[in-house]
């Protein structure tokens, strides 16, 4: 990690408070197998072999809360797994997903480590198990990202910004920047929506999960939407974005519609559509995939997928568990 956003990860943990707090600590597991018309052939990845996810792993997911005189004082947050895919650059895999400590202030919620940054859906949107992903596994912007960030809540709405090295999933960048904010009318948690504009600027490596294709750094840009819509039974989400990276213009969008067939997430069924739009390369992606709790910490899911881009049809099948201890 560049020097400035090591610093500033330390300043945070030492302004983490010495006090007791409550701590989540759970296994995760999953199974993921399928098959690929393009390589006519199994495959153990439910994006591609470079991609983080989804392939079979175990780890764990670590979460430690911080108390005050005044209460809520700050978040750690930690998620590894051990990866394995037969087609991936390496079999095994180590995968950092979550390295972060979140510092409760007055002006709301700092943060610094492995966190989302303030760009659309996968802003705010959990995806870690999912098979259906959201723009950045589609090549568009970045999961997760190694730096700095602010977020605050507000009546009716929240902002958040972030600074960090655009090297996505890696450790170590290749001195990139990229910056950028985002502004939401409606709390998800509270108003069951959210709406957001976002800004996103900075020079970036190329890379594909934890691979670096190349390193040298390009401007990357983002201008884009997004929505969610929670109503009775029924989730809507949309992202739409453009820019420029690598030299390219490019036009993306997803469109996702969910519907709660049992109470709690018992059973879901999705459809998603993404559209990519990167120069010479342009496509539709459509996927449908169900998923169904077996019990509270066991979870089927399964999805098919059409990648007109890359002339696949794809199916995917998970075993996924997350069990507290």
């Known amino acids: 990690m560049p020097a400035r956003f090591s610093s500033a990860f330390s300043l945070l943990l030492l302004a983490a408070p010495a006090a007791a707090g409550d701590t989540l ?3 995760e597991g999953q199974g993921v197998a399928g098959y690929s018309s393009a390589a006519a052939a199994p495959v153990y990845h439910s994006m591609s072999a470079a991609d983080a996810m989804q392939k079979s792993s175990a780890g764990f997911d670590l979460v430690h809360k911080f108390y005050g005189e005044a209460g809520d004082a700050g978040t750690l947050a930690v998620q590894a797994r051990l990866a394995w895919d037969k087609d991936a650059p390496n079999r095994l895999e180590p995968q950092l997903y979550n390295a972060y400590y979140r510092l409760r202030t007055p ?31 589609y090549g568009y912007g970045l999961d997760r990202d190694w730096g700095a960030g602010w977020s605050r809540d507000f009546d009716g709405g929240n902002a958040a910004a972030s600074l960090t090295t655009g090297s996505g999933m890696r450790l170590r960048g290749a001195g990139g920047w990229l910056a950028g904010a985002r502004a939401a009318a409606g709390v998800l948690n509270s108003d069951n929506y ?33 929505l969610t819509l929670l109503w009775d039974a029924w989730e809507l989400r949309a992202d739409l974005r453009g820019g420029r990276m690598r030299g390219m213009a490019y036009i993306a969008g997803l469109g996702r519609l969910g519907f709660n067939v049992l109470p709690e997430g018992g059973l879901k069924l999705e459809a998603q559509a993404v559209y990519s739009g990167m120069e010479r390369m342009e496509g539709w992606i459509v996927s449908a995939g169900a ?35």
């Open 291 to 325: 998923s169904y709790a077996l019990t509270p910490y066991l979870t089927l899911r399964a999805a098919c997928e059409r990648d007109v881009p890359m002339n696949d049809r794809r199916v995917t099948g998970q075993v996924y568990y997350y069990l507290p201890i």
């Open 194 to 226: 959210t709406a957001g504009l976002y800004l996103s600027a900075g020079e970036v490596p190329w890379t594909a999960g934890y691979t670096l294709v190349d390193g040298a750094l390009r401007r990357y840009s983002a201008a884009g939407a997004d």
């Open 107 to 137: 002006y709301g919620y700092a943060w610094a480590g492995h966190n989302r940054a303030a760009a659309g859906l996968e802003s705010y949107t959990d995806t870690h198990g999912a098979l259906l992903q959201t723009l950045p596994m």
């Open 25 to 27: 600590l759970y296994l």
